[in-house]
């Protein structure tokens, strides 16, 4: 067992969401759900983040910008997708410039549901991933030796 | 102290430092998240995340960055065993500069902007510190007459009686020392927005783990010498010590951060009133 589940770290990105759901990721850190009782920060740094929270769909402006965030991350690395819009488009999804789900940039490993996803669906997303990660740590392991 | 009980003093402070450290770092975290209304991380978190940054993999931007990060860890070790052992406490304060000086260019050897703009904030709490740290070893130096901390740390009389304005005046500069609101400009343990994390902003994985460990090595050097003021009773002065943290926490969480002009030129100030000022009294006296 690694320490990975204990002290997961997360940037949050803003691809084009109303702002519901980002809200509601920011709902989480507030004293009423205090993810930090986890050990989870929002640490605002990709090189430091073990869990990518992207947030709103992917468009021709911000493809780059969700994959660059991708790239930086130290592996083992897990992505999160919250609400309609990041898992595959939600009501944005006919719109002539977005291109659906961030799943169409990058791998995702738990899609949280919900427009927008309340702050109970988002940690419930999060301790999901905790257990991708540990699976990738072990994984990772496999690929070095 | 004989050389017997000064390697046992250092091997001690090198093996129990650490925890120390880790420890009052979860309580400062638990502490805040309490005064912030929260539940707060485990008392354990800050190990948790060393632990876990040693199994991540290592982004390594320039492949020096490796040796000057070791170096700056190295050398808050020597800091604190300089301390420790009762050695030289101006030596000590200059290793601890030269430590500061190899993190800053770790960060600088980067080239990344947010890691730049780090290192330059960093060189100005170097700045903003350094003359109240000097002044509060010259001080202890009048009133003791030796910069060996085992002369100041076997002083019959509590220095904070003779040494109240440099007292402050030290409380003040560790707070911009243990990176706390409102003067953590180069760096914190919370993201900010224009800087993402400052200094440390390029450094993953293990490099990021050895400068969390380093920092615990440092605060308990710093608590060190907050305890010196009054060594003569051991007990007064760890309460002193875990005191002056308390306040830290107290004075981070309620203040938001100030621009590196007012953190430059309000410790200057008080390092000219509060310490110039106590130096000039004991040497009128
Ligand atoms: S899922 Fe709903 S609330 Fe969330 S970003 Fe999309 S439209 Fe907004």
């Known amino acids: 067992m690694s320490y990975l589940p204990k002290s997961p770290w997360l940037v949050h990105y803003d691809a084009s969401s109303c702002n519901g759901c980002d809200i509601e990721v920011l709902a989480c850190l507030t004293p009423l759900y205090d993810v930090e009782r986890f050990g989870v920060l929002n640490i605002g740094n990709p090189k430091h983040a073990d869990i990518f929270v992207v947030t709103g769909s992917v468009n021709e402006q911000n493809k780059s910008v969700i994959k660059n965030i991708y790239d930086q991350m130290a592996d083992p690395k897990v992505v999160v997708a919250v609400g309609a819009c990041a898992t595959s488009g939600g009501v944005f999804r006919e719109c002539y410039n977005v291109q659906g789900g961030v799943d169409k940039v990058i791998p995702v490993d738990v899609y949280v549901p919900g427009c927008a996803a309340r702050p109970e669906a988002i940690i419930d997303g999060v301790v999901q991933a905790l257990g991708v990660l540990e699976e990738k740590y072990k994984n990772m392991g496999k690929v070095a030796k | ?285």
């Open chain 2, 1 to 285: 102290m004989s050389g017997m009980n000064a390697l046992l003093a250092v091997i001690l402070y090198i093996v129990l430092a650490p925890i120390i450290g880790g420890l009052i770092s979860g309580v400062d975290r638990k502490i805040s998240a309490r005064m912030q209304g929260r539940y707060g991380p485990p008392i354990l978190q800050p190990f948790y995340d060393v632990f876990k940054l040693m199994a991540k993999q290592n982004i390594v931007v320039n492949k020096h960055q490796k040796f000057y990060i070791l170096c700056f860890l190295i050398f808050v070790i020597i800091t604190g065993a300089i301390f420790f052992a009762g050695g030289d406490l101006l030596l000590a304060i200059f290793a601890l500069t030269l430590a500061s000086v190899f993190f800053i260019v770790a960060a600088y050897s980067t080239y990344s902007p947010y890691a730049y703009i780090g290192a330059e904030r960093e060189m100005l709490q170097i700045m903003a510190y350094e003359p109240m740290v000097i002044l509060t070893v010259v001080g202890m130096y009048m009133v003791t007459k030796s910069f060996n901390v085992i002369d100041i740390a076997t002083y019959d009389q509590p220095l904070l009686f003779s040494l109240p304005g440099i007292f402050l005046g030290f409380l003040f500069i560790l707070t911009i020392k243990f990176r706390k609101s409102p003067f953590d400009i180069s760096m914190s343990h919370h993201a900010h927005q224009e800087i993402v994390r400052g200094v440390i902003t390029e450094f993953s994985g293990k490099e990021l783990a050895m400068i969390e460990i380093a920092h615990w090595y440092e605060n308990v050097f710093l608590l060190g010498i907050v305890c010196l003021f009054f060594a003569s009773n051991p007990i007064i002065a760890i309460i002193l010590a875990l005191l002056t943290y308390f306040l830290e926490i107290f004075i981070d969480n309620n203040n938001s951060r100030l621009k590196w002009q007012s953190t430059l030129g309000s410790a200057w100030i008080v390092a000219l009133i509060l310490g110039v000022g106590n130096i000039a009294f004991l040497a009128l006296l």
